[in-house]
């Protein structure tokens, strides 16, 4: 009762405090500060730990954005859009997982239709219908195959193809066109073009290169074919190629033997090479005189021999008038004639030929496309540094003559100097301004400059500041408040000191003692309490008797 009265005669005071300077008040109050410090870390903490998306899809059509976002739903994975929805953001350590996922998904398509279109055929669809869903399919299944090219983002297709036609006059060839949208800073070089015009090419049949217009986002004309007959002019992608690793090759070969001698980043080389792209075949055939005093090869000799006997009379018997003159013969090659052709008066011929063989050279000559018509080559070497011993300077000196002749005859040996050939070289001697050379010493970049630190500096930022957060939340506010419960805490909890005993006897006295004098003072303090509870009650049953009443009824369970 006397307790109840302490109490009731509290809360009227309590009443006229204020709530919080109460000792509820203050409960409640050191409990919600509490609460709002952890909830505060542990929000901060969760921030830290937030994961990182990036794209996992961008510039899809909307078919395949519905499709990816309920693949995403079932496999439970948190996704969100970037700003103007272009663009779908997964987690950063679930992006390759995810794509490969839903690869084997088939998505994205990427708004092409393939060969899956002729699957659904329905029964009673018309031939038209049937070559539409063909030709749709096959443009679809290109534009595939050009898209996994690295640089191409979303490429469409074209196919023009005529009806087959029984006469060769009307037969026309199908044509292709290609349009192709290049991922941003991307572009196309003349060979790949050309791998995606003979693609084309090759699917489609009785389609040819000339027939395949390849086009870029922009509108520029790639596959241009008009400097690419047999008869043009100027070098292709891979002439011009080939050209440059020539002169690349040369300048590689020219610096590795003169660097030895003049340090790394003391020379520079240029080449210039003329390059004979012509296929040639040669046929010759040379005759030489065959004179004398030149020996001679006889290759055929015919000797013939003849003679004739001499002309019987004609005429009337008798007859003077009628008797022929006699033939003057002469000796052939000088020689008397025979004594039986000179009594029978007739000629004698005597031929002969001979066939000297003539001096003749064949030669055939296949030159192969690709040799070197000139070289020209340019090269610079630095003046020699050396330091002064007395005065510790760096002294700057030329080459001497020798040594620049010595530079001279070993790069004509390093590039393959032919004079015949017309090639030229240069070789200067002069010193560098301007260019920094490795062996020099060079100004490193700070820590705290490079760039290559700044997203490792980022994360220790972040965490950095996380934990400086966190650190003052604790120890400036979540500890004071903690401090008064913890310490009343450790005492309630924290045993009684025990006094060093002199010995066994003499402790046990002691503690007994010791005992004996707590139950004294407790009960002392009990009395004490209830003779001054009984004399307050007391006094208040004097001064209000209104309140003991009330006190008694509360008791008694009575509401008079």
Partial sequence: MAAVAEDLIDTPAAGRQGFFQSTMGRRVALGGGIALVLAIMIALWMWSQAPEYRVLFSNYSDRDGGAITASLDQMGVQYKFSEGGTAILVPAEQIHDLRLKLASQGLPKGGNVGFELMENQKLGTSQFLEQVNYQRSLEGELARSIQSLGSVSAARVHLALPKPSVFVRDQQKPTASVLLNLQPGRALDPGQVSAIVHLVASSVPELTVGNVTVVDQTGNLLSDTSNKGPGAKGLDATQLKYVE?????????????????????NVRAEATAEVDFAQVDTAAEM?????????????????????????????????????????????????????????????????????????????????PMGGIKRLTVGVVVNHRRTVDPKSGKIIVRPLAAAEVAQINELVKQAMGYSQARGDTLNVTNAPFEGVDRPDDTIQQLDWWRDPANLPLAKEIGKY???????????????????RPAIKKFDEATAPPPEPEPES??????????????????????????????????????????????????????TNE
């Fill in 464 to 482: 950095l500041l996380l934990f400086a957060i966190l650190g003052f939340l604790y120890y400036r506010i979540l500890l004071p408040l903690m």
């Fill in 504 to 557: 066994t006897e003499a402790a046990d006295a002691q503690a007994v003692a010791v005992e004996e004098e707590m139950e004294e003072q407790e009960v002392e303090r009990q009395n004490q309490g209830y003779r001054a509870n009984l004399v307050m009650a007391q006094e208040l049953a004097r001064k209000d008797p209104r309140i003991v009443a009330n006190v008694v009824k509360a008791w008694l369970g």
């Fill in 245 to 265: 690793q020539v002169q690349q090759n040369i300048i590689k070969q020219v610096e590795s033997i003169i660097v030895p001698l003049v340090g790394k980043g």
């Fill in 287 to 367: 005759y030489k005189p065959n004179s004398p005093p030149e020996p001679q090869a006889i290759r055929s000799q015919q000797t013939s021999e003849s003679s004739q006997p001499g002309p019987s009379a004609s005429g009337i018997p008798g007859a003077l008038s009628n008797q022929p003159p006699g033939v003057a013969t002469a000796p052939i090659d000088g020689q008397p004639p025979a004594a039986g052709a000179a009594a029978a008066g007739g000629p004698t011929r005597k031929d002969a030929t001979t066939n000297y063989e003539v001096d003749k050279t064949i030669r055939y000559e296949q030159r």
